[in-house]
Each structure stands twice: as C-alpha cells, then as structure tokens.
C-alpha cells in the first residue's frame, strides 16, 4: 500500500533531508524575552543546546550509556620471612563484588558502574620479594592492598599489608601483623620454644594466618584464600604463605596460591626448601627454614564480569577474554586498560 505523505502548514519535515537543522543561536543575553515551554536554541555563552521548561532555562545533555560491572581485584603476595625459622608473607588483599563474601570476612561490595566510552586502568601489583610487601592491584577506583612480609626471625618484624605476615622465631615469639578489614585476616603468631622453633603462617583473605602449635613435626599453616567463580570456574585466591619450620617437615600454604614453609635441614638440599606463591593468585611466599631462606609472593591478577551485550571490545594490555552463559569475563594478569 503507498504511503500518503500530508502535508500541513504547521508540521516542520525533517525526513526527507540528509543534511542538518538549524536552530536559533545567541548569547544568554538575547534570549527570548517570553519564552514559552518547549522553545530550543544554542547558547552561544555557554556553547550548549538548551531548552525552556516554561520556568527556567534547561541544558540540553548528552545521555552518556553506563552498565553494572563485576569485580575481582587481588593485589601482590608478601614475601616470605628469612633466613632461619622466618613467617610466610600474607597474601594480596582481595576485593569483589561477585558472589556473597569478600576479603577478610567482609560481604560482597557493589558492582561498579562504568560509563560509556570511558577508558579504566587496570594496574597487576607485583609478587613482594624475600622480606618485602606485595605492591597494590587497581581497577579504577577500587584498590587493593599487597600482602605483608613475614617476620625474619626475630630480628624483623612481620608488616601488615591486604592480609598480615606471620611472626619470626628465633630468641622469642613474635605477633603476626594485621590485615586490612574488608581485604584479608592476620597473621599467625610463632613459637618461641628453642627446640621447637616455627614461624607462624601467613593471612588469608578466608582465613587468619595459623599460629604455630609448639610441634616438631613443621612450621604453622598459611591462612586459606577464597574460592570464587568470578570466570565461571570455581578458583581460590589470595591464600597466605606458610611458616618457616624448626621441624623436619614443611608446612603448606594456604588454599589459594600460598607457597609452603621451609623445613629443617642442615644439609641445605632443596627439598625442603620455601615456595614462592602462585602466580596471579595473590598467594604469599613461605617463610625460611634451618638453613633455607623465605620465598617470594605471587603476582596479583584483576577479573572484569559483564554482559556480554555491553563489552565493548575494547581493552589493552591482552586480557584472557572468556564467556560464561550471558556475561563475557576479562582476566588480566599483566596491566593494561577497559575502554566502557
């Protein structure tokens, strides 16, 4: 059936033209003496469109898109203590709005809104080396923080950090430091005993650090991470390192890329040796033994969670770009950027 075009003296066509309209421009000095609701001109003062809402006049604004984003951001693990009876590093704070918990025992946070067009950076905190803090994670605004050293001995302190380092054991106990609330728990205190002699074990973001139970038999736990299905697979993250040991036997890490704990042995044979944490986990390094030093911390790691009728496609920095039934799933272990 055709389409009967009507033409009516009151009815301005713009459908039939590929070029441009103009309106009515001035300064805010020569607008209109007596508006009426609905009148529409550029502002020439302001260089804005604006519009007359029959009270005052209105800027025009352009509507920027925005859409809910999950999160997953762990920061770098502490390194381990050393040499001698050290405490495991606690592992990257860990902050998410995916899921019901957060790091140290919080709830889950909000979703972040991003807008359109907007470019967000994404900064991987490093692994801390022997003795030293993890470095932060970031995504936009949401930081978290690198995980505490272990104690060396008893001749330096553990430091706080996303989660505590465990307390050193030589000529006495030490206390391990605190975590950062809402990223990750303490950590473990050591044992003073001479012939006994552990290191206590690192925070988790899921669990305090293990204080080291006057045994012989290994040096105390890290404190586990948290297990989260941000990529659609059930992960943990952020599990703290464990204590150097007197004993014989090693002592783990926690769930979640915490590296073991050294154990005893005068031979100096690698065996017993501390691990460094698990790479983009967060995971803390483990403290030294008898003579074996500490371990490092692993590297933090970044996890984006969208629709996927919103991603952009837009990123640098090469995440790992996945899906999970609707939502499209980033994961970047080296820094980079999220264009909105």
Not at 160 to 178: D, N, Q, R
Not at 280 to 307: D, F, H, K
């Amino acid at each position: 059936m055709a389409t009967t075009k009507i033409n009516h003296p009151d009815l301005l066509d713009l459908d039939s033209s590929t070029d441009a309209t103009v309106f009515p421009k001035g300064t805010t000095a020569q607008r209109p003496v007596s508006p009426e609701a609905g009148y529409i001109r550029f502002n020439t003062t302001d260089n804005v469109m604006e519009t007359y809402d029959g009270s005052e006049w209105l800027v025009l604004d352009t509507i920027i898109p925005t859409y809910d984003v999950d999160y997953l951001v762990v920061a770098g693990g502490g390194g381990g203590g050393g040499t001698t009876y050290g405490g495991g590093g606690g592992a990257g704070g860990l902050r998410t709005s995916y899921g019901s918990v957060s790091g140290g025992g919080s709830a889950a946070e909000s979703s972040l809104t991003l807008a359109g067009g907007t470019e967000y950076t994404i900064t991987i905190g490093a692994g801390g080396a022997l003795n030293t803090n993890g470095e932060d994670s970031v995504f936009s605004e949401i930081t978290s923080i690198g995980g505490g050293r272990g104690a060396k001995r008893t001749t330096q302190q553990p430091l706080s950090g996303g989660s505590g380092g465990g307390g050193g054991s030589y000529a006495g106990m030490t206390i391990g430091a605190a975590g950062t609330s809402g990223q990750g728990f303490a950590g473990g205190n050591s044992n003073g005993t001479p012939s006994t002699l552990q290191g206590g074990g690192g925070g988790g973001a899921g669990e305090v650090g293990h204080n080291e139970a006057s045994t012989s038999t290994g040096g105390a736990e890290g404190g586990d991470g948290l297990e989260l299905s941000i990529n659609g697979t059930a992960t943990y993250y952020a599990g703290g390192g464990g204590g150097g040991a007197g004993g014989k036997a090693v002592s783990p890490g926690g769930a979640g890329g915490g590296g073991r704990g050294a154990g005893y042995n005068k031979w100096g044979t690698g065996q017993d040796n501390a691990l460094p944490g698990t790479a983009n986990t967060g995971g803390a390094g483990g403290g030294g033994g008898y003579p074996g030093a500490g371990a490092a911390g692993g590297s933090g790691v970044v996890i984006l969670r969208m629709p996927t009728d919103k991603y952009s496609g837009t990123t640098t920095g090469s995440p790992t770009v996945t899906t999970d039934g609707s939502d499209t799933i980033l994961t970047y272990t080296s820094s980079g950027t999220y264009t909105a």
